[in-house]
């Protein structure tokens, strides 16, 4: 063997053991592709490791995000809401920033959705409407974040703010960033990622809580996700809406995020159970779902798709076969775990199941029956996303944020 075969050999090496230390970013509501999944979900649970853990100043709902070596996480305290940044490796202060929070609003004043970091700026949406573009990587002298744009939703579109508070997690589509201010005219808006200047509005609802999606449905790629009174698609180039869908029952809160079955689509609401969706050739919904299953209502959470099958937790946690018959596959309803609700990744056959609690349940979903290989408490009662990225998982309760090792 020549010594430039060694050291090919041994750079091949190196790059594979690169590839196998370093995970996928989680820059976004849902992780990387926006639906819950994970190269990362390891198969047995590590033993349990705090890699550092950084004090929190209030419970805070908004899930977290990370990119680029760093990890954005959305706080609460004195009246405001706080977006702070930790190197995500060893857990340095970057930056912070703060606004006065919205008020009163039932479950507490704070941020509500996923930060999203995208070409290097972080944009924040409040419970109040307050949109923020920050500068990731950089910081003014005082440690605090360099804004680069701001603006109310709320007040700039003169929209209501949704009772719970705005919880849809801004998107970037076709290069614009979406957000849904809910106004007659301006239900939902498209707006230049770099400035902050309005591209198209359109008409329609009052703001529903599920964030939304881009899909390929019908052939047609378009945005996905609710209003007040009914689930949609919206054509990316104008606004324009592609059709309209209202349920059977009224009175759905439309919290969970619509998830993509090849080109069919699967909801779960907490009047109208779980449904799958099929689309014609133009891209619109028929109105009449393929098929139904009740036994999985959720008035909170979005269920997560595995070849084939839709996990969520509602009083247990279900398997759903995502098909036209849409039946229930297994479920267990006898762990505490599965109890409440929960935040899902799949990923390599697992699923982890993060509980309201803060414990973690890892399940094996290769077979046909699902079987729990373990669990571990991770912190104390939250309802804010995990993210898993680069061999480590973030998770916060109102007191902590923890970074733990989970190669």
């Known amino acids: 063997m020549t010594q430039n075969t060694v050291l090919v050999a041994s750079c091949v090496v190196v790059a594979m053991m690169a590839q196998t230390v370093m995970g996928a970013d989680w820059p976004q509501w849902l992780g990387p592709e926006r639906n819950g999944i994970s190269s990362e979900v390891p198969q047995k649970l590590p033993e349990k490791k705090v890699l550092w853990r950084r004090p ?21 305290g004195e009246g405001k809401e706080i977006i702070r940044c930790f190197g995500a490796e060893r857990g340095e202060a970057v930056w912070s920033h703060s606004y ?22 972080v944009f924040t949406l409040g419970a109040g409407g307050e949109l923020t573009c920050l500068e990731l990587a950089t910081a003014n002298e005082d440690k605090t974040a360099k804004v680069v744009w701001r603006m109310n939703i709320a ?17 970037i589509a076709d290069g614009l960033l979406i957000v849904a201010p809910g106004a007659a005219d301006a239900a939902v808006v498209a707006l230049d990622p770099a400035t902050g200047k309005e591209k198209w509005r359109a008409v329609g609802e009052s703001a529903a809580y599920a964030s939304f999606i881009v899909a390929k449905l019908g052939g047609v790629t378009q945005l996905v996700g609710y209003d007040k009174e009914s689930l949609g698609g919206w054509d990316l180039k104008n606004g324009q809406r592609l059709w309209s869908v209202k349920p059977e029952n009224d009175g759905d809160f439309n919290v969970g995020t619509p998830v993509v079955v090849g080109e069919r689509l699967l909801v ?11 689309f014609g050739k133009d891209g619109v919904a028929d109105p009449k779902p393929v098929a139904k299953n009740d036994d999985l209502s ?19 946690l279900y398997c759903i076969n995502a098909d036209d018959a849409m039946k229930t596959a297994w479920s267990d309803e006898k762990e505490d775990g599965f109890s409440a609700y929960s935040a899902c990744i799949a990923g390599n056959d697992r699923l982890m199941v993060f509980g309201e609690s803060g414990t973690l349940c890892l399940v094996d979903i290769s077979g046909k029956e699902g079987q729990l290989l373990g669990k571990m408490t991770l912190c104390e009662k939250t309802w804010s996303y995990p993210a898993l990225a680069d061999g ?6 109102a007191k902590w944020f923890y970074a733990y090792e989970m190669k």
């Open 100 to 121: 006065p929070a919205a008020g009163e609003i039932e479950f507490g004043s704070s941020m509500r959705t996923t930060p999203l970091i995208h070409a290097g700026k």
């Open 155 to 171: 007040e700039t579109c003169k929209a209501t703010r949704p009772h719970w508070g705005y919880s849809a997690s801004p998107l």
């Open 392 to 397: 480590r998982l973030y998770i916060r309760d």
């Open 268 to 278: 779960s609401t907490e009047n109208n159970g779980t449904r799958l969706f099929q």
């Open 56 to 76: 929190m100043s209030g419970e805070s709902h908004g899930g977290i995000a990370v990119a680029a070596g760093r990890v954005v996480v959305p706080d609460l």
């Open 298 to 316: 959720l008035d909170m959470g979005t269920p997560v798709l595995w070849k084939g099958r839709a996990y969520a937790t509602r009083g247990g």
